[in-house]
């Protein structure tokens, strides 16, 4: 069988969650195809006969099999890399939220239904998970104590182009451990070297 690993990236959130995942944990060697999602190149029939539902990322190991959600591709990667592995605590994705958000809208054209009247209602629900967030962060360096894993990885790379690009709101300046939080793991290697 052919274990050839081809990785389809797009500067977006979920993509910038395997980026990262791939630099922290190391001894992997794939190749990278970037996708226009902007130019929704994911949704043309040529990528769509790579990965049928256009998602991105898609990990496509050889010939024969792709792996399409973040979770999956990272445990993967995790099993097949050099080295040992990592751990696989995983943060619960905050990713929805922001699909109901007035800036990322028409992005979704086509592709979904929003419900706009569900903006107001997530955003205090993110706001009241976000505070309890802020009292879980008191006396810890990271999620899960004071080690990065797969928890910060997929937190912050699911959060990172959102709180720069469409929702600043995030880091309110009450919420000074998720800020220390967000600093720390900003200035992480992995984090920086991720981005675009």
Request: aromatic share 10%.
């Amino acid at each position: 069988m052919d274990s050839t690993l081809t990785l389809y990236d797009a500067p977006a959130p979920n993509p910038y969650v395997v980026r990262l995942f791939i630099l922290e944990r190391g001894g992997l060697d794939l190749k990278v195809n970037q996708i226009d999602i902007m130019k929704l190149e994911n949704r043309r029939l040529a990528y769509r006969n790579i990965s049928p539902r256009g998602e991105v990322p898609t990990l496509c190991i050889g010939n024969d099999f792709i792996l399409t959600e973040i979770t999956a591709i990272c445990e993967y990667l995790d099993e097949v890399a050099k080295g040992g592995k990592m751990d696989l605590e995983i943060a619960q994705p905050l990713i929805a939220w922001f699909r109901n958000d007035p800036a990322t809208i028409d992005f979704y054209k086509g592709n979904r239904l929003p419900c706009p009247e569900a903006r107001v209602t997530q955003k205090v629900m993110i706001n009241q998970f976000l505070n309890l967030l802020d009292d879980d962060l008191e006396g810890k360096t990271y999620l899960c104590g004071d080690r990065f894993s797969a928890a910060d990885i997929h937190f912050f790379g699911l959060m990172k182009q959102m709180v720069d690009q469409v929702a600043p709101w995030v880091l309110s300046p009450g919420r000074l451990n998720v800020e220390a939080y967000w600093k720390r793991a900003g200035e992480d290697q992995g984090c920086f070297n991720s981005i675009y």
